[in-house]
């Protein structure tokens, strides 16, 4: 079945890069995604990628993603303490339910 | 534009009792999709509707139910409320993809 896998908690210095790691089961997911939530709050989609992509950028924000292993990932350049939240990877196909993971908390230290 | 509205933002409900939550999709959207996320958890699909027709359901029990209306708005139905079923729950809009969602309603069940 569809599975979505993220670690659990992240934690790094104001300026340097956050990678935020995500791996998924299903092979026909045509679309990958990045949602950020911060407390008390819904999600707010932050990037997609097409599954026949293999980098996708977008200011502060670089998804790489290797199909081979099944791996998604969320680079942040130059974190700040607004960074500081919950991220979720997500997949699915057009039209279709999402999948998520659990999420990662980004904690970001002045 | 307005985004993706939910009412209300909270609410706190007794052992047994109904709930309806709404849901007013993206102008020219006409997917709405249903999530509950529990707390330290990742959103889980609960249904989603497209032109007024069930699309898609995930493993809820049937005290949950949804329906669509010819505005593309949608409400969220839960029967005979249990303890487990507080949580945030979200709606989200889509054309297909990019799902856009609202900030939730936080129900409280006790």
């Not at chain 2, 933002?9 to 006409?30: A, D």
């Amino acid at each position: 079945g569809e599975d979505v896998e993220q670690s659990l908690f992240l934690s790094v210095r104001e300026g340097d890069s956050s990678v935020i790691n995500c791996t998924y089961t299903d092979s026909s997911s045509t679309y990958l995604y990045w949602y950020k939530q911060e407390p008390g709050a819904g999600l707010q989609l932050l990037t997609y990628i097409f599954s026949n992509m293999d980098m996708k950028q977008d200011q502060r924000l670089t998804v790489l993603l290797n199909k081979k292993d099944k791996h998604l990932s969320l680079r942040i350049a130059d974190t700040q303490t607004g960074d500081s939240a919950i991220y979720f990877c997500a997949q699915g196909e057009y039209g279709n339910k999402l999948v998520f993971g659990s999420g990662t908390i980004l904690r970001v230290k002045s | 534009d307005a985004g993706v509205t939910q009412s209300p933002t909270h609410l706190i409900k007794t052992r047994g009792q109904q709930v309806t939550l709404r849901c007013s999709p993206i102008s020219g959207h006409k997917s709405v999709s249903w999530y509950q996320q529990v707390l330290g958890q990742g959103p889980q699909f609960i249904f989603q509707y497209y032109e007024k027709e069930e699309r898609g359901r995930g493993n809820f029990p049937d005290r949950f139910s949804a329906r669509q209306f010819p505005n593309y708005s949608s409400e969220l139905n839960v029967n005979a409320l249990l303890l487990g079923d507080s949580a945030l729950y979200l709606c989200a809009s889509s054309l297909g993809y990019g799902y856009t969602f609202g900030s939730g309603t936080r129900l409280t069940v006790v």
